[in-house]
């Protein structure tokens, strides 16, 4: 079966002939890949399906396994959803130790600002609409309504009028996503894709 494929229970997706030794070998490492990557994919579809209809993309975070985050972002990108960023250098993210550190959310988008590559985005996040308030000013690219209720996140939405893109993050479940999406926000993060996806039960066995 080919990535990204549904498939029902009892399902063979690969077969392979080689020496036994070889087979038994490499079993439990293949099966772990396998396992996680396709638990991933297939709990991103049920978060993409879950939004189904409405203008909002589902993100991943870097929250993936050592060793493992090519791997976990494409099985995300096989669920339908979009990779956030893989690296620290593709996009500036200001988080609330920073902000606590820096003074305030306009202090730390300011400083960083200063020092950051010309063109590089700088996302704020931003756990009250007092925060979100000073993200404007402070003329951030992205704010991320962090652990909030949902209409707390719809009056954010209206606070920032279209100045910013908004994203949504914190905790946030099959049964909470859509009421989420619902706000009006643009994006959604989910860090569970990848550090909580439950691993499909593929079993190899020998003919």
């Known amino acids: 079966m080919a990535d990204g494929s549904h498939v029902p229970a009892h399902t063979i997706v690969a077969e392979a002939r080689c ?18 990557m396709s638990g991933i994919a297939t709990l991103t579809a049920h978060y993409v399906d879950a939004v189904k209809g409405l203008p ?21 990108r096989l669920g339908g959803a979009t990779n956030h960023r893989l690296t620290l250098s593709e996009l500036a993210m200001i988080k609330d130790n920073h902000i606590r550190l820096a003074g305030g959310v306009w202090a730390a988008v300011r400083r960083l600002r200063a020092k950051a590559p010309k063109g590089l985005r700088i996302e704020v996040e931003c756990a009250t609409l007092d925060q979100v308030r000073e993200a404007i000013e402070a003329e951030a690219d992205i ?7 949902p209409s707390a996140m719809a009056e954010a939405v209206q606070i920032i009028a279209k100045r910013a893109l908004v994203e949504a993050s914190g905790s946030i479940g099959l049964d909470t996503v859509r009421a989420v999406a619902e706000t009006g926000v643009g994006f959604i993060s989910i860090g569970r894709l990848t550090h909580s996806a439950p691993a499909l039960d593929v079993s190899m066995k020998i003919a």
Do not use: F
């Not at 020496?19 to 996680?36: D, K, P």
């Open 56 to 76: 909002v993309t589902i993100l991943d975070t870097r929250k993936t396994a050592p060793g493992l985050r090519v791997l976990d972002k494409y099985a995300v």
């Open 19 to 36: 020496l036994t030794r070889a087979l038994l070998t490499g079993e439990r490492v293949a099966l772990n890949i396998v396992q996680r």
């Open 143 to 149: 704010i991320m309504l962090d652990n909030m209720m």
